[in-house]
């Protein structure tokens, strides 16, 4: 059966974890769009590139290889999910991910990964632009408060106004981008987590996949 979802919204809006609930409960598949992009601004620290300069990143995209499998991230081989959560590493990947030709090479990635079975996609343009046919499009949202604190449960050592910075930082520059900024589908259904528990919204998109699969 083929069967894909889109989730879109914010940093923090819980979409990466609410996708790999529903995908264990349900039997999809899982696809982190977001760790492809921080992959690529990874590479890009590691190698010494800067990455603002656009010419040096598309310079450098046909020496990347990057795979997603089984909720891991390979760079060239190598398992980096554990580098890629990473300040540095989400500042590069939101610089990078503003780059035409990276976001070609990521979405036509992203489409051939999906192609054949049931899929789970989150990221900021999946609606729109890598699954325009998705059978079921969420958009995820939660207040800027809510958001940092559930970043600042995960990194404690951190400064939660210093978070709340950086994720207004990150919400400006991806939804304001030229290339494929965050963005609502039209036909996507909003769902604002703020008030809600992760069961609660996990629940919320089983019984509208199920629904829709009906
Ligand atoms: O979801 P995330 O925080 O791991 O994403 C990291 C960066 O990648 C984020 O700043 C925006 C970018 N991104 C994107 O532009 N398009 C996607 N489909 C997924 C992520």
Redesign the pocket.
């Known amino acids: 059966m083929n069967f894909t979802v889109a989730i ?1 919204g914010p ?1 923090g809006s819980g ?2 974890t609410i996708a790999k609930i529903v995908c264990k409960e349900l039997g999809f598949t899982h696809i ?7 992959a690529v ?1 990874l590479f890009a620290l590691n190698k010494g590139v800067d990455i603002c300069n656009e010419e040096k990143i598309n310079a450098i995209l046909d020496d990347i290889e990057i795979k997603y499998v089984e909720g891991k991230i390979y760079l060239n081989g190598k398992d980096v999910s554990g580098m ?1 959560r990473t300040p540095e590493v ?1 500042n590069a ?2 610089r990078v ?2 780059y035409k030709l990276v ?1 070609e090479k ?1 979405v036509y990635l ?1 489409q051939k990964a999906s192609e054949n079975g049931m899929y789970i ?6 609606g729109y632009k ?1 699954l325009p046919n998705a059978n079921l499009k969420v958009f995820l949202t939660a207040s800027i408060d809510c958001r940092a604190e559930r970043r600042f449960k995960e990194l404690p050592n951190a400064n939660l106004e210093e978070i709340k910075e950086q994720i207004k930082i ?1 919400d400006y ?2 939804s304001t ?1 030229k290339e ?1 900024p ?1 963005k609502q589908a039209d036909d996507a259904i909003l769902v604002d987590t703020t008030e809600m528990t992760i069961e609660q919204v996990s629940e919320k998109i089983i019984s509208l996949i199920k629904e829709r699969m009906c």
């Open positions: 879109d940093a979409k990466s982190d769009t977001g760790a492809m992009y921080r601004g890629i989400s990947a939101s991910s503003s976001r990521l992203q996609l989150d990221g900021r343009d999946i890598v990150r520059n991806d981008r494929s965050l």
